[in-house]
Nanobody, 116 residues
């Protein structure tokens, strides 16, 4: 059973930085995608960024140029470096694990609060 453990959220001022990490265990496939979504205060869950095992990354337009996703294959961990944070980046960030032919797995979520 796939398990995802997230860490790194918290409170930060506008313009600051945070790094989220997500470690996956219990998986078998060699090719998968891991990414981050966020649930905003209006309860909308939106895509933030993801990265495949071959290193191909995709970003949502609102975070392009400010966020960077990376992975450490040896640690089965994905990182989301968030810079120049804005108030609208506030939300609960969820890690997602995707592999073709299997249901998606989600982390429990980690809060990020950006204050003015």
């Amino acid at each position: 059973q796939v398990q995802l453990v997230e860490s790194g959220g918290g409170l930060v001022q506008t313009g600051g930085s945070l790094t989220l990490s997500c470690t996956v265990s219990g998986h078998n496939p060699n090719f998968y995608i891991m990414g981050w979504y966020r649930q905003t205060p209006t309860n909308t869950r939106e895509f933030v960024a993801d990265i495949s095992t071959i290193g191909s990354a995709i970003y949502a337009d609102p975070v392009k140029g400010r966020f960077s996703i990376s992975r450490d294959s040896a640690k089965d961990t994905v990182y989301l470096q968030m810079d120049r944070l804005k108030i609208e980046d506030t939300g609960v960030y969820y890690c997602k694990f995707e592999v073709t032919g299997s249901p998606d797995s989600w982390g429990r979520g980690i809060p990020v609060l950006v204050s003015s």
